[in-house]
């Protein structure tokens, strides 16, 4: 039976944004953006910052000005209905502009995503004589019914080299997939970056737990996890520093004496020092019991990353 509660859509949304990446300043990025009042809603909306920018990875190869992203998860059904109902979202958007024709028709373009082909409409655009070209793989351009620009990019069959955030987006993954896309995500740099592949690697975790536990006890995959948790730790260390610097100045403003300030400054920095810490680890101890580490093995990575005696780790079991 499928996981209903996997989060696919946020997945979705951190994932085009990593496909894009190299073209991120040219780009702005709107997710869930309202056209009115739900369920009217965008998926992604991508907007061009800088008209004149070329796109580097294929699938922005069709991307004007506006842009409006529609993904469909392994579960939902894309028809000609769904097909209409995304090229009405961009109609909206195109008349909710601050004036008359502020936003250009032949400046949108339509995306629909999705896992597999949909091989109904597919057959529904043949029948109705719609002219389908095939840029590269997984990518199908739509003519001939369309408002606006459109394609249809078919996950499953994109180059897993020049692709690898969209394909995590399966519940279909095999076990060098999921290698692949740790290793992929031990190499980026930067916050933003490493962030937005946690929400991709989160999905194809959730997705896939028989491949998940094809790889338990594999002692590289448990240091992969562990790195990847590095980052998620060190923020959630200064987000409590911080609010605990903040306890700090408060109670210490309240003491009204220059002792009081220091102490309570003191107290707010060890505790959100603490809360942090304790905060890492249970995320880390949570990633690896997805990943089908058992306690003994999970025990033995936080003592060593964190050095834990054996009594402090047994309190994250």
């Not at 195109?94 to 028709?105: E, L, M, N, Q």
């Not at 260390?237 to 004496?257: F, N, P, S, V």
């Not at 990633?287 to 047994?314: C, M, N, P, V, W």
Request: net charge negative; with cysteine.
């Amino acid at each position: 039976m499928k996981d209903t509660k996997i989060q696919w859509h946020p997945g979705f949304a951190a994932a085009i944004q990593l496909e894009l990446m190299s073209n991120r300043d040219d780009l702005k990025f709107e997710k869930e953006y309202n056209l009115n009042t739900k369920p009217l809603e965008i998926d992604v909306l991508v907007i061009k910052k800088n008209t004149d920018a070329l796109i580097d990875n294929e699938i922005g190869q069709i991307f004007k000005g506006h842009n409006i992203l529609e993904y469909k998860s392994p579960e939902d059904h894309l028809n000609i209905d769904t097909f209409y109902k995304v090229g009405a979202y961009a109609g909206l958007y195109k008349s909710y502009g601050t004036s008359v024709d502020a936003i250009k028709a032949d400046d949108i373009t339509v995306s629909l995503i999705r896992e597999t082909k949909p091989r109904g409409l597919f057959r529904y655009f043949e029948q109705h004589g719609c002219r389908i070209s095939k840029p590269c793989s997984g990518i199908y351009y739509i003519e001939g019914i369309v408002l606006f620009p459109t394609q249809i990019i078919v996950t499953g069959e994109l180059d897993t080299k020049n692709h690898v955030w969209l394909k995590a987006l399966s519940d279909k993954l095999q076990e060098k997939q999921l290698r692949e896309l740790l290793k992929r995500i031990r190499q980026l740099t930067g916050k933003e970056n490493r962030e937005l592949a946690d929400s991709v690697l989160e999905v194809s975790i959730g997705a896939n737990k028989q491949a998940v536990e094809t790889l338990k006890g594999d002692e590289n995959m448990c240091q992969a996890l562990m790195e990847i948790m590095d980052p998620q730790l060190t923020l959630q260390k200064q987000k409590a520093l911080d609010q605990g610097l903040k306890e700090g100045l408060e109670q210490g403003m309240k003491q009204g004496l220059q002792q009081g300030l220091q102490q309570g400054m003191q107290q707010g920095l060890q505790n959100g020092l603490q809360k942090g810490l304790q905060k890492g680890i249970q995320g880390a101890v949570s990633a690896l019991r997805d990943f089908g580490h058992d306690d003994t093995e999970i025990r033995t990575a936080i003592i060593t990353k964190y050095g834990l005696s054996q009594e402090e780790a047994e309190a994250y079991l």
